[in-house]
């Protein structure tokens, strides 16, 4: 599929090897370096060679190099968009930072007396293989560390906006505890904890079978009080016995029982803020779920896919101590999995089409309406993602370059740097677009946001075609589903060097697992593919071939860069590499779609099995939070190491772990913070124009 970044034209040349490019030149005033050949003279040159780096793409002994006073220059290899793809060397020099950018200067200038100091000759090599091999070279030198004088007022705007939302929740909890009170001390005479003992549990279930109105500790009944803490849904827990104690414990925290229609307003503002309605709300699950909650698996594995192929890829830019690495990666099949990892994104696509059409069209066909409000669905999809979209954006922009430092942290604040000027078009979903480069662009992983916001309105537009016509539209489904591959293919073809400009980023080339969701949705309600009855053996025959597809897109690739020449094209043609990436796409989402709708009317076996397990539904729920999180983790570890990477499988796991669990810890913590009570003031200020019509209906048909 679309290779990793440092797949494209120029980027795998240039790891090969790794050098400096004076970007001011060689023309200083030979003056100045004489001057400062006869200051470093002086100085012992063995003391500058033990903390200097001795051999290529090394970072040397940083720790010396601070506790003996010096100063740590890092180079960059670029491509040719001046992009930094890896770092190349890394050299103690002498302090102030102006004298090590001096003697940095005079080093690349060939100036006698100081380019035979160890650990620096090397330099002049390099940058004769770099002019010769045409790569761009940028060199940084000192620690990236702004003091808090030099704070931007956007920085201390976010800072209070934390401070105001924690502030906000703390209030919100406390004020609902105390409001219970009364209530929690009439219950606490009838209310037994629940017994721990795993030798008790058949007492526990025997009291279950009691009747009685009280609470009396038991599993059963447990349950049915979850019922009321949901609104009045039924939910189940997510499975063993230590759940059910965390769900007894989420009881005592949340609010959400209560019908918040019928509190003031200002209570129910403050009230949207409550951490523990959305703690209860994170780790419960309905008991009887909707025909397509098994998703859940499927949205959060991709998820998990996508944090694995970032955690392995950005490795590469921050530099390895093997300049090899990039292509051990690419050459190894099992690495195949981590490399297709832009697959994962298309699924995405396909649950975005999938989810609204099925949603939205069985209501509409279910109470007969053949219209509705498609620029008010627009706004509240607006309003439900932007709240926690803006909030990372600022944070990530002023906050988080003052985490941090090291010799390689200049360059988060060079992303962070974009943003302050780009910020508006990620907030109106067209970033991308605009800036027309991938790289110019902030938060550049969102552009998956902006494309997703853009095929909502595509799919709303389908959905009032095939509202007035089924048959017009699935053939506009298959339409859109043909016309990406066939763009994307044309345009690989013309621009097979910079797909991440002209192809990877773009609607017209992304649509197709979409408007597949899309189609499949239709089939689902309109043709009653719901209701589809197989024998077990077609099934079973479908779910192999369509499980063998999805591997064959993924894995084939290897065949492209295995024992390849070593360039940056592989062997694949420019006309198979085309094919295989456009072709790839829809025979990827095709598949997904097939494993999908055979887990929706029941034929999904083992594999439906897994992707329905509890634990899948908190995880998916924390999936947006988690996509917009996990690469400003990885940046955030990786920028502030000391270090270059060992990379291999070992290394590559720590790190994998180590950033999913920080991602969904602080997805979590923002899901309850920021993400809930905004959905919950969204329900409040903006409430659906037929709620009331749609709730009354529903009673009546329930009844």
Known sequence: MARPLWRDSGRLGATVFFAFLLREGHGKADNECSDTALGLNSMVSSVISNGSA??????????????????????????????????????????????????????????????????????????????????????????????????????????????????????????????????????????????NDRRSSSANHAAAAQPSGSWDGSVGTLKQRIMVLAGGEEVDTIGSEQWMELTQWLRGISTSRVRTDSLPLGRRLLKAFCPGDGI?????????????????????????????????????????????????????????????ASLAVDTFFFLSGLLTTFTLLRNMRKYRQNTFPALWFILMRLVRLTPLYAFLLFAYTYVVPHVASGPVWYRMERDTELCRSTWWANLLYVNNFYPETFHSTCM????????????????????????????????????????????????????????????????????????????????????????TKLPRRTAQLLMLTSLTAILAVVYVDYLNFAHHPRNDRGNFTDEQNAAYQAGGRLIFAMAVSCVTWLCVTGHGGPVKTFLSLAIWEPLGKLTYG????????????????????????????MYFVAVTVMTYAIAAVLHVMVELPFANLNKIIFPHPNAKRTTARRRTDDA
């Not at 705007?157 to 001390?185: D, W, Y």
């Not at 089924?470 to 043909?482: N, P, T």
């Not at 400003?632 to 291999?648: E, G, M, N, S």
Request: net charge neutral; with cysteine.
């Open 444 to 531: 550049s992983w969102t552009w998956y946001l902006a494309n997703d916001m853009q095929f909502f309105v595509l799919g709303l537009l389908l959905l009032k075609i095939n509202l007035k016509s089924v048959r017009v539209g699935v053939v506009l489904c298959v339409a859109f589903s043909i016309g990406g591959v066939v763009t994307g293919w044309l345009l690989l073809l013309k621009h097979r060097g910079n797909t991440q400009d002209d192809y990877y980023d773009k609607p017209y080339t992304r649509v197709t697992p979409f408007t597949i969701g899309v189609l499949l949705g239709i089939l689902l309600v309109d043709y009653q593919f719901i209701n």
């Open 280 to 340: 209860a709300a994170l780790f419960t699950t309905v008991k009887n779920p909707p025909p397509l909650a098994g998703l859940d698996g499927l949205r959060a594995f991709s998820m998990l896919w996508i944090i694995l192929a970032n955690t392995t890829m950005l490795v590469t830019v921050v530099g390895t101590d093997d300049q090899n690495a990039a292509l051990h990666t690419i050459e190894s099949l099992p690495q195949q999995f981590t490399l297709g």
């Open 54 to 195: 001795t051999i290529v793409n090394s970072l040397g002994n940083y720790f010396w190099c601070h506790d003996h006073g010096f100063t740590m220059c890092v180079g960059d290899t670029l491509d040719k968009h001046n992009e930094i793809i890896s770092v190349s060397h890394g050299v103690c020099l002498p302090s102030p930072l102006s004298m090590a950018e001096t003697y940095m200067r005079c080093t690349l200038a060939n100036e006698p007396n100081v380019s035979k100091i160890s650990g620096l000759t090397t330099l002049l090599t390099l940058s004769k293989n770099a002019e010769k091999a045409g790569v761009p070279f940028e060199w940084h030198c000192g620690d990236s560390d702004t003091p808090v004088a030099h704070w931007v007022p956007g920085t201390w705007v976010m800072i209070g906006l934390m401070s105001v939302l924690t502030l906000l929740c703390g209030i919100s909890q406390i004020v609902e505890i105390r409001r219970r009170k009364p209530a929690l001390k009439a219950d606490s005479g009838e209310t037994a904890p629940l017994i």
């Open 626 to 653: 988690a996509y917009l999180i996990h690469p400003i983790v990885v940046r955030v570890y990786y920028y502030q190491k000391v270090q270059l990477f060992h990379f291999d499988p070992t290394e590559q796991a």
